[in-house]
Each structure stands twice: as C-alpha cells, then as structure tokens.
Nanobody, 126 residues
Framework: QVQLVESGGGSVQAGGSLRLSCTAS????????MGWFRQAPGKEREGVAV???????NYADSVKGRFTVSRDNAKNTLYLQMNSLEPEDTAMYYC????????????????????RGQGTQVTVSS
C-alpha cells in the first residue's frame, strides 16, 4: 500500500524559508516520478515541481529560482526547499507519485498523479 506523508509546513514571514519533506512507503520509491502540487483556498491545484527517477527536475514558472525539489532514494524521501517565500505561496502542499518516465513526469500532471499525501499547510504573511 502506497503511503506518502508530508511534513515541514508552517507559518513564516515573506522572504523566509521552509523545507518540506515527504516520506514514502509501500512501493519501490526510486522507480517513481515524484512531485509537489499546491492548492490555495478558492483556487485550482497548481503543479509546483517534479523530479524523475534520474533526478531531472521541472518547476512552475511561479517558483523557478526560489524552490528546489530533490529526492533521497536511500531514505525514500522527497524534499522541497522553499526560499524567498511570498504571500502568494500560501497553500496546502501535497506530494504525489506516479510510475511514469520523464515524458509524463510533468508539472501539469502532478496534481493528477494516482498517489498523494494528506498535505502540509504553508502560510506566508506579509
């Protein structure tokens, strides 16, 4: 049974940083495309970042240069380092997984990946 558990959310002031983690279990983590998406109240889901099995990454334009996605296959853990946070980054952040290759490991698909966690809240105040 695939399980994804996020942690690391919280409240910060604009310009601050947070590091989200997502611990996976129940499947062969290293063979899955992993990613993060977010959803703010009243808004649609937005793909934030993805990382494929070879470590290649892709980011939403809104977070490029500020967020970094990484994975530690030995620890079955996905990370999202978020710097220079803005109030517009306030949302519930979810990690997600899908067993697809690079062509389908895309930010526009991550919110529809079949496996996702319960989310962790990020609140950025101005």
């Amino acid at each position: 049974q695939v399980q994804l558990v996020e942690s690391g959310g919280g409240s910060v002031q604009a310009g601050g940083s947070l590091r989200l983690s997502c611990t996976a279990s129940g499947y062969t983590y290293s063979t899955y495309c992993m990613g993060w998406f977010r959803q703010a109240p009243g808004k649609e889901r937005e793909g934030v970042a993805v990382i494929d099995t070879d470590g290649r990454t892709n980011y939403a334009d809104s977070v490029k240069g500020r967020f970094t996605v990484s994975r530690d296959n030995a620890k079955n853990t996905l990370y999202l380092q978020m710097n220079s946070l803005e109030p517009e980054d306030t949302a519930m952040y979810y990690c997600a997984a899908d067993r697809v290759g690079w062509f389908l490991c895309r930010g526009d698909r991550v919110s529809a990946f079949p496996y996702r966690g319960q989310g962790t809240q990020v609140t950025v105040s101005s």
